[in-house]
């Protein structure tokens, strides 16, 4: 796995390097964002880690240019930055980040999203057929999730939505992208039907920290189903 | 740039501006003649006031209603006349004018040849010449004396005098007449025999005659006349009373002696400054009046046309030698001070220099100047306020402006103008006040934090890192919740969102749970299992419930319950709370639990309290429109913050 990391300060890339080289990650650092962009280019990276604001090209201008010249090519992107206001936030995501990590960096964090992010790309999540959580076990081709030894009753788009959610365990999905999954075939669906949906899986899937889960809401602007560290 | 400098020259010029309307004003009301009445009142207000005295050695003989009574109907007989004169002539007056027109032959032939005899014998008698219009045609007539006494008169001279467009006698020509103005005065005459006649008169320019209009009535060298008072000032003697010896003959010993018609049967009669309309004066006293005026060199001279127009216009912008550096009330003051002031000494003028200036264009200029200035001064302050305005749009964030500012200022009226330039003014004050609570918090809050870490480094044994990070952490989190915080107070109530409270709620006892375990506290959650839809700001409401979560937390004791619910106590309106076990809040606690920097009693068990988690509650429950409060009862603290529902349908629930 090759990291493209942009990161003007140069203590916090050594340290961020460092854990990345110790995970197994192959890291390449940039200080330049025009650098970098060429970089990413020309060679072939796996994940790219860009820090919002650097002196030449920011974050979102590589990721701009990147996405204007390699188009489907385009490796996954993570951001870290010291700012999380929700407009800055959904900005990154709807210029088409795949995630975003709020400065100041935990390692943990950074491995968990960077997992969620290649796993994907390798696209091992969508080969299972059942997923084995301790109290909480999915089978996708029965399309049934088991609660504590208890069949939860769930309607279809609930279901559906959970299955995908469950495949995707780690990764921020936007309202928008679940109603092109979820309710392909219903229009004219809006971005609550999504929130109430959710709701409704936090409670009858209890998606809380006491059963090892967190359904974490960005702003509003969609949705990341994460697998707490520490269950009770 | 509409800075202050630039206002200064703006006015600068602006004043310049006023100053050439004022005198163009001025002109065009001098030129045109326009309020020619108005200055026709000034002058005779100034007749009026200018009392002189009576000079003794002119004297009437007046042709009165006694003398009518006594002597029989007019026209009298000459040979009448000529006995006056030899009475007259006894006691050797200076010179006699007699203003009694003998322009056509008596019907007794003997008693011209009398007067003629009369005339001569006195040899200081002067005679009118009267210039009339015929009934017919209005052709214009010199009609001199009958040449047999025209021979012995030792000098004819004209009694016209000139009457104004509102009727009343003011004026006199030294010169005038028929094809060419060469006619004096009868006064003029009567002088001159009297040998009083002043040196600069008899330097009266012999008038250029025009070759054209020799049917026109010419006039030249135009005066005012200075009246010495009212009718009647001037003394009169009875002609009959003459005529039968009863005055001393001595009276007229070197005196100038007028003869004519005072009474009001015989209508020779004129309106004149001194005298009101119901009170006209005798022809016979104009000409008194005239020759006193003569004699004692006080005929008014009229300012001509062009140095009148140049010094109305100079007048006119008078005015703004004060109005540019005096605030509205002086001005108007100063103002009002220089029309009356103005008037004035233009009424005084004719006294004092024998020099008449129609001052009405300059007065009313004058009247002009202070609304004409305060206009422009009103404009001045207006393009200020605008502009102030616009600069106050661009650079004050929406938030802090009470209301929005409007799209377009020209629509709004002055007080509206002046009433957004306060709200701007509270909302620069806000700014300021912020700005400072800024510094404080950056000097103080999150400095001594940072002091006593760096202190610890550069201490000589060294230290453990896990002893810096207890104040490493406050400073941060004393920096995040500051920031927290003043985006709370940069909320709008437009860019909020429509979302799902619950959820809200939900992910803030997700984020604590964590600690709840660690505290050994468990988190009860009393969610509704129907979605609860407001309008808000997802992060700060997050926020919000997290703070008062670690609130709760952190008061509540080990192994009791803190819980987090939401009430729908009525339609549109929705409050979310959080409840640990506790000790009751007395009411001065309640009260500083929610202003800035405050702690509760504790704080010595929870030194990494920012202070700022409560008040960012109240900070946040009121930029939505809601408030935050606490309840104490039955051993349960519950702090709340209302807000308003988005009124729609609570179930959502799609296919």
Request: aromatic content about 6%; glycine content about 6%; hydrophobic content about 50%.
């Amino acid at each position: 796995m090759r990291i493209a990391y942009l990161e003007d300060d140069g203590d916090v890339a050594a340290t961020v390097s460092g854990w990345l080289r110790a995970a197994g990650y192959d890291v390449e650092c940039f200080v330049s964002g025009a650098e970098c962009a060429h970089a990413v280019e020309s060679r072939c990276f796996d994940v790219c880690l860009f820090d919002w604001i650097v002196p030449d090209l920011s974050g979102r201008e590589v990721l701009a240019r990147l996405q204007i010249k390699l188009r489907r090519a385009m490796p996954a992107v993570i951001f870290t930055t010291g700012r999380d206001a929700e407009e800055d936030v959904v900005a990154v995501l709807n210029a088409g980040a795949d995630d975003y990590i709020v400065k100041p960096l935990s390692r943990a964090l950074l491995l968990a999203r960077l997992e969620a992010v290649t796993r994907r790309q390798r696209g091992v999540a969508g080969g299972s057929l059942r997923q084995d959580f301790g109290r909480l076990r999915v089978d996708h081709a029965r399309r049934q999730i088991v609660l504590d030894e208890q069949l939860v009753a769930l309607t279809e788009r609930e279901t559906d939505l959970a299955l995908y959610l469950f495949q995707n365990v780690g990764r921020a999905l936007s309202r928008e992208h679940l109603i092109q999954v979820v309710w392909s075939l219903t229009p004219d669906v809006d971005t609550r039907t999504v929130d109430v949906h959710a709701s409704s899986l936090r409670r009858k899937l209890r998606l809380n920290p006491e059963y090892g889960w967190r359904l974490v809401s960005i702003y509003g602007h969609g949705y990341r189903l994460e697998r707490e560290s520490s269950p009770a | 740039m509409f800075g202050p400098l630039a206002v200064t020259r703006y006015l600068r010029s602006e004043a310049l501006r006023v100053a050439l309307l004022l005198a163009l004003i001025a002109v065009s009301i001098s030129g045109s003649g326009l309020l020619v009445r108005i200055d026709h009142l000034i002058f005779d207000v100034g007749q009026r006031l200018n009392r002189r005295a009576v000079p003794g050695d002119v004297l009437i003989i007046a042709i009165d209603e006694d003398s009518l009574d006594r002597l029989g109907r007019w026209p009298w007989p000459r040979d009448q006349h000529a006995r006056l004169l030899q009475a007259l002539c006894a006691s050797r007056p200076a010179a006699i004018a007699v203003d009694i027109a003998f322009s056509e032959p008596s019907s007794d032939p003997l008693a011209d040849a009398v007067l003629a005899k009369a005339l001569a014998d006195c040899g200081n008698v002067v005679l009118p010449l009267v210039i009339e219009a015929t009934r017919v045609g209005g052709q214009l007539l010199e009609s001199p004396p009958i040449p047999r006494l025209a021979a012995v008169a030792v000098g004819i001279g004209r009694t016209a005098v000139r009457l104004d467009e509102d009727g009343i006698a003011r004026a006199v020509d030294l010169r005038e007449g028929v094809g060419a103005a060469t006619w004096p005065l009868l006064a003029e005459e009567a002088l001159r025999v009297a040998r009083q006649l002043p040196a600069q008169a008899n330097a009266i320019a012999a008038p250029v005659t025009p070759l054209v209009a020799r049917h026109e009535l010419l006039r030249d060298q135009s005066r005012r006349i200075e009246f010495v008072g009212p009718p009647g000032t001037v003394p009169r003697l009875s002609y009959v009373n003459l005529l039968e010896g009863q005055i001393a003959s001595a009276v007229f010993a070197d005196k100038i002696v007028l003869v004519g018609a005072t009474a009001i049967g015989l209508g020779d009669f004129l309106p004149t400054p001194v005298s009101a309309l119901g009170q006209p004066m005798p022809g016979v006293e104009v000409l008194a009046n005239i020759l006193i005026s003569m004699r004692d060199g006080r005929l008014i001279s009229i300012l001509p046309m062009a140095p009148t127009l140049l010094l109305a216009a100079l007048l006119a912008g008078v005015p703004m030698l004060w109005l540019r550096r005096l605030m509205p009330l002086p001005g108007l003051l100063a103002s009002s001070a220089w029309v009356l002031v103005l008037g004035a000494a233009c009424a005084l003028l004719p006294g004092v220099a024998q020099l008449w200036f129609a001052p009405a264009g300059a007065l009313f200029a004058a009247l002009f100047a202070f609304p004409l200035w305060s206009w422009r001064r009103l404009e001045a302050a207006r393009r200020h306020l605008d502009q102030e305005l616009r600069q106050l749009r661009a650079i004050l964030p929406e938030s802090q402006a009470t209301q929005a500012f409007p799209a377009e200022i020209r629509r709004l009226d002055f007080e509206q103008r002046i009433a957004w330039v306060q709200a701007a003014q509270r909302s620069m004050q806000a700014l300021e006040a912020q700005r400072n609570e800024a510094l404080a918090f950056i000097s103080h809050d999150l400095r001594t934090p940072l002091a006593s870490a760096v202190s610890q480094l550069e201490s000589p044994d060294g230290c453990a890192p896990e002893n810096l990070l207890p104040s490493l952490r406050r400073a941060l989190g004393m920096a995040q919740a500051f920031l927290w915080l003043a985006r709370a107070e940069a909320l709008e109530r437009r860019q909020m969102k429509e979302l799902e409270l619950t959820a809200v709620l939900e992910q803030a006892a997700d984020e604590l749970y964590a600690l709840a375990r660690q505290r050994q506290v468990s988190l009860v959650r009393q969610l509704p299992e129907a979605p609860v839809w407001i309008t808000g700001d997802f992060q700060s409401l997050e926020r919000c419930a997290i703070n008062l979560l670690h609130n709760a937390l952190t008061y509540a004791p080990t192994g009791t319950q803190v819980s987090i619910g939401i009430d729908l106590p009525a339609a549109g309106e929705v409050t979310f709370w959080v409840a640990n076990a506790g000790p009751p809040l007395s009411g001065e606690q309640v009260d500083r639990l929610f202003q800035r920097f405050s702690r509760g009693d504790q704080m010595a068990e929870n030194p990494s309290g920012t202070g700022l988690g409560l008040y960012f509650v109240r900070t946040v429950a009121e930029r939505h429109g809601g408030e935050a409060g606490v309840t104490c009862a039955a051993g349960t603290v519950r702090f709340w913050v209302r807000l308003a529902a988005a009124g729609v349908a609570a179930n959502h629930s799609s296919p």
